[in-house]
Nanobody, 115 residues
Framework: QVQLVESGGGSVQPGGSLRLSCVVSESGFTITTMAWHRRAPGKERELIAL???????NYRDSVKGRFTISRDDTKKAVYLQMDSLGPEDTAVYYC?????????WGQGTQVTVAS
């Protein structure tokens, strides 16, 4: 059973930073695209950043210049560095990873930005 284990969420003041991590529990898979999504209270889940196997990245406009996605295939991990956080970034963040043609979700980690 493939599991994606997320960590790094928490509470932070506006202007602060957090780094999310997501690690794939199993070996022997070909990891393709890795991504982060989030669901804010009362809103639909949205894609905010992705990184391809080749390392190409793409970001939602609202996080461009503030968030950075990266991956370490040797650790089967994807990261999301979040800087200049604002209250609008409050959400549950989910990683999503492509493994051998299927996509798996992390359990979600809460990020709260408040004074």
């Amino acid at each position: 059973q493939v599991q994606l284990v997320e960590s790094g969420g928490g509470s932070v003041q506006p202007g602060g930073s957090l780094r999310l991590s997501c690690v794939v529990s199993e070996s022997g898979f070909t990891i393709t695209t890795m991504a982060w999504h989030r669901r804010a209270p009362g809103k639909e889940r949205e894609l905010i950043a992705l990184i391809t196997r080749a390392g190409a990245t793409n970001y939602r406009d609202s996080v461009k210049g503030r968030f950075t996605i990266s991956r370490d295939d040797t650790k089967k991990a994807v990261y999301l560095q979040m800087d200049s956080l604002g209250p609008e970034d409050t959400a549950v963040y989910y990683c999503n990873v492509g493994l051998n043609g299927m996509y798996y979700w992390g359990q979600g980690t809460q990020v709260t930005v408040a004074s």
